[in-house]
């Protein structure tokens, strides 16, 4: 479609909520839409649109503006998400793992020196962030990361693997994890910045991936890799403590990631339906079809309602966790279904890569795995729900 489908409700957003929504829509369609198809087929970045996106200040939406952010709030920036990834998933992804990954746990928890070091550059976009934590052997268990360092006076020694790692080739300062002690359990993980150019550190290109084709993806080598300790974040023993805490925001945009793609899906199979005819009468007008539609829009109205509230309990600094987890998890199933029915809307059509449905339903599925499966967001969500109840778990 040439023009995307107004919200039916702006969902109590601010003016300037409203505004920032209007600006990254336009953004999306006249500078990242051109470039979306070439990305996936090519496997590689779409440089105009990350160009475009450091021009409107949206690789520091979420962050003060002492430190060369725009000193907007979490909201603002899971607009943004959700508005480029309508359009390009890849690209939503690249923002969304440079903002909440990559620059996030610098701006939380780093010494005023690595903020001076690396915000400003990061805020400007002039570089990307990047986030080291899932690796061959552990994913969905990230307290079995089996990466060391090893204090050594006044820096770490660091030996190990990390792989998937989105935005990689581009990065200069990566969020590493790491145990220092394997008999301390998680309490034994720390969470490092490791800057790119650091001696014993190489970084290789990943694997052909199903989606998200447009988003970089690397592999991480640690080889006595010697990192200083004022490149920790947050205390030594609280490391796992914090990139689990990053890792609830970094759901809030993947939820966000998520409705865009779905919200992209529905736009492409409302204007194939308006169009298309088929018995003597447009798509739209017939009854399996309008039912799919009504299903998609209620879903991802659902989906925004989840993704938004969770973005404002960040906002109050109020818990989010939970909150960050169902949306999430819900957002995500309905990105999947979203574009699976806008293929069977499409028919053969869809099965092409002659339209971008296709693609977004490629996207879609990495939604339900990274920063936690589906099946990691359950437990988070029941777990929370059983405290609710009173239940103490048995050891």
């Given amino acids: 479609m040439d023009t995307l489908i107004a919200q039916q409700n702006n969902f109590d957003l601010t003016e300037e909520q409203q505004m920032i929504r209007e600006t990254v829509r336009r953004f999306a369609l006249e500078v990242v839409a051109p470039g979306a198809r070439e990305a996936d087929e090519k496997c590689q970045l779409n440089m105009p649109a990350w160009e475009g996106m450091k021009e409107l200040g949206l690789t520091g939406i979420p962050f003060d503006e002492k430190w060369g952010g725009a000193g907007l709030d979490q909201l603002s920036y899971t607009i943004a998400v959700e508005e480029v990834s309508r359009i390009c998933g890849s690209t939503g992804l690249t923002l969304a793992a440079h903002t909440s990954l990559g620059s996030y746990p610098i701006y939380a928890w780093g010494s005023d020196a690595l903020k001076e070091q690396y915000m400003e550059g990061l805020c400007s976009g002039e570089y990307m962030g990047a986030y080291g934590l899932t690796e061959p052997n552990a994913g969905s268990d990230s307290a079995g990361t ?25 990065a200069k300062p990566f969020i590493v994890t790491a145990q220092t002690d394997k008999s301390l359990g998680s309490r034994g993980i720390i969470a490092l910045v490791v800057d790119r150019d650091t001696a014993g550190f190489t ?131 309905v990105s999947v279904r979203a574009s699976y029915e806008a293929i069977q809307i499409f028919g053969g059509n869809g099965y092409s890569r002659e339209y971008p449905v296709e693609r977004m339903y490629r996207d879609a599925k990495l939604n339900t795995i990274g920063e936690g499966t589906s099946e990691v ?7 929370d729900l059983m405290r609710q109840a009173g239940y103490s778990r048995k050891k």
Avoid at 146 to 170: E, P, W
Avoid at 253 to 258: Q, W
Avoid at 377 to 383: D, F, G, L, M, N
């Fill in 377 to 383: 967001q359950k437990i988070i969500v029941s777990r």
């Fill in 203 to 333: 970084v290789e290109k990943g694997e052909e991936k199903l989606g998200m084709r447009g988003s970089d993806w690397t592999n991480l080598f640690f080889t006595d890799c010697k990192v200083p300790v004022g490149n920790l974040l947050g205390p030594e023993d609280q490391g796992f403590s914090t990139f689990m805490k990053t890792l609830e925001g970094g759901r809030i945009s993947i939820g966000a990631l998520s409705l865009g793609i779905a919200q992209g899906a529905l736009d492409e199979a409302v204007g194939y339906a308006m169009e298309r005819e088929q018995f003597g009468k447009p798509l739209c007008e017939q009854q399996a079809v309008a039912f799919k539609l009504a299903d998609m829009q209620t879903e991802i109205n659902a989906a925004r309602h989840l993704v938004y509230h969770s973005a404002r309990l960040k906002d109050q600094g109020r818990e989010f966790g939970t909150a960050a987890a169902m949306a999430k998890y819900y957002a995500s199933e």
């Fill in 146 to 170: 089996i990466t060391m360092a090893v204090r050594d006076g006044d820096h770490y020694i660091l030996n190990g693997q990390k792989c998937f790692i989105t935005n990689g080739s581009f």
